[in-house]
């Protein structure tokens, strides 16, 4: 797997896989999000996709905030192949709706880790990189909300008005993380929940943030000379 990581920028928004340039899961309220101008335009494509807004929450995040995307490209195609998300709590709506909320005053909100098929390795690399972001901008920890999941239609449904504002299917389940691997990144459970649990990543705990960092800098200065190595 030859990938680079990088932060996104604006003029790279259309590189972004389909799914991830349209999908409002975690930038919009259900409850305003049933009439998005791509859904006036091309007709209704479901109360969390819409690619014009989401291009306007990136583009908003990084003239006020900064960096909110790390994306993974693949070396020798230039394709985009990952992204991971993230943000202040207060810009991420559906935060709000989640059981366990709110998020900690202290953290920023990590919202999704998504990859192509045939690159899940790129996972880590991204939470790394997200990882090396903050903790330079003097952030003291990233929570991250997972799914505990059981596949049973029953729980789906559950889950599914819990987070859709009530309306069954209003839920993009490939934007949720699932709880294990969060727990294996070193995300501790801070609020539990059958379900849908908050975990936390403390970034300033004794030598342990110092650790991560370096070990998320480790991991893409090897992913780069990988992918330099795939590129020749």
């Known amino acids: 797997m030859g990938v680079t990581v990088r932060a996104l920028e604006l003029d790279g928004f259309e590189s972004l896989p389909r799914h991830t340039r349209r999908c409002v899961f975690w930038e919009m309220d259900p409850e305003t999000a049933t009439d998005t101008l791509d859904a006036a335009l091309n007709g209704s494509l479901g109360g969390f996709e819409s690619e014009f807004d989401k291009e306007a929450w990136i583009s908003g995040l990084l003239l006020e905030w900064g960096s909110c995307c790390q994306i993974a490209v693949e070396a020798t195609t230039g394709r985009v192949v990952g992204s991971a998300f993230y943000a202040p709590p207060g810009r991420v709506p559906r935060a709000k709706r989640f059981p366990?909320?709110?998020?900690?005053?202290?953290?920023?909100?990590?919202?999704?880790?998504?990859?192509?098929?045939?690159?899940?390795?790129?996972?880590?690399?991204l939470l790394d990189a997200v990882v090396a972001d903050v903790?330079?901008?003097?952030?003291?920890?990233?929570?991250?909300?997972?799914?505990?999941?059981?596949?049973?239609?029953?729980?789906?449904?559950?889950v599914s008005l819990l987070l859709g504002g009530g309306v069954a299917g209003n839920v993009c389940s490939d934007c949720i993380m699932p709880t294990g691997f969060l727990e294996q990144s070193s995300f501790e459970v801070v609020a539990p929940d059958q379900y849908l649990p908050r975990l936390r990543l403390d970034l300033r705990e004794g030598l342990g943030w110092k650790i991560q960092v370096e070990r998320a800098l480790e991991k893409l200065v090897v992913a780069e000379s990988m992918a330099l190595q795939s590129s020749c």
């Open 100 to 125: 366990t909320a709110p998020v900690s005053a202290d953290a920023v909100l990590l919202t999704t880790i998504t990859t192509e098929p045939g690159f899940d390795e790129a996972a880590a690399l």
């Open 135 to 158: 903790v330079g901008r003097g952030v003291r920890a990233i929570e991250a909300f997972g799914y505990t999941g059981s596949d049973s239609e029953l729980a789906g449904d559950l």
